[in-house]
């Protein structure tokens, strides 16, 4: 608890006073991506492409760096493997919050690269007498984010790749052996937003 009360008293100084102004330097975006699973057993299951929805606030802090905050939401549905294709369907919320550093290299163009981490949520639902047909499951895992934005007035438009790397461990008490697996992967996609 000393070294948390002693970092922030180090970090407090070299904030801005303007990062503490909850009336600007917001940025709501709305974004849409493709995921691409990093896990090749996911791919079996589902499919290699699927999409992924998001909402993201990111908040100016000083000197180019930014707090953000991202919920996104993906659901799919897909086949077991084996001789049996029973249906599967698989939905996954990820809650992420990170730093993120901007560099503007043009008047209206600003690119960004960020880390962070994850806490997500994992539901299943599977058609087969050899699994639990239920499973609903939590686990941390972590983020990292680049992009470019076009500003536009008020509006801004996001070119965006993040990589999530989210780690589940699922015990063997089921009927049949679960493999542990990263139901994280690349997201590529757009975003649109306005500064306040």
Known sequence: ?????????????LLELSAFDLKCG????????????????????????????????????????????NGSWLTERGRSKGDIKNSSRISIVPISFGAKYSYQFASCWKAYAGVGACYTFLRMKDHSPFVDNHLHKQSW?????????FYWKCLFFDLFAD??????????????????????????????????
């Open 1 to 13: 608890m000393r070294i948390v009360i002693f970092l922030i008293a180090i970090c407090l100084p």
């Open 26 to 69: 917001w940025e709501p975006e709305v974004r849409a991506a493709a995921f691409y699973p990093s896990s090749k057993k996911f791919r079996k299951i589902y499919h290699e492409w699927d999409a992924d929805y998001q909402i993201e606030i990111s908040k100016s802090i000083c000197y180019g760096f930014s707090g953000w905050v």
């Open 141 to 149: 895992g972590g983020v990292a984010k680049t992009g470019i934005q």
């Open 163 to 196: 990589y999530l790397y989210q780690p589940f461990h699922f015990s063997n008490t089921s009927k049949v052996k679960r493999d542990n697996v990263n139901v994280g992967g690349y997201k590529l996609g757009l975003g649109i937003g306005f500064r306040l």
